[in-house]
Nanobody, 123 residues
């Protein structure tokens, strides 16, 4: 089992940047595929990006490709999301999530979730 705690959210103007972090407990962080997902008001939770256990594979939603970068530091048990060129439509609660096995873009496939961190982008 792994416990996840996100940080780094906040209010930023359009065009700005934020870096989210997700600290994981336990000694098996490197065995989990990790993802960032988000949920805006009155919308379903959606996939943003994911990274494989070894960091060799990354996946991005089309809406964030070229603007967001996912990374992980297995020695520090930490997942990151660098968000650049933020847009008002990026406003949402951002969750980090973990699952064993292969990377997936399906939110329902993730087994463990953090509590979320709010990102608000003003126009």
């Amino acid at each position: 089992q792994v416990q996840l705690v996100e940080s780094g959210g906040g209010l930023v103007q359009a065009g700005g940047s934020l870096r989210l972090s997700c600290a994981a407990s336990g000694r098996t962080f490197s065995s989990y595929c990790m993802g960032w997902l988000r949920q805006a008001p009155v919308k379903e939770r959606e996939f943003v990006t994911a990274i494989s256990q070894s960091t060799s594979n990354t996946y991005y939603a089309d809406s964030v490709k070229g603007r967001f970068t996912i990374s992980r530091d297995n020695a520090k048990n930490t997942l990151y999301l660098q968000m650049n060129s933020l847009k008002p439509e990026d406003t949402a609660v951002y969750y980090c999530a973990a699952r064993r096995g292969v990377v997936t873009t399906r939110p329902s496939a993730y087994e463990y979730w953090g509590q979320g961190t709010q990102v608000t982008v003003s126009s």
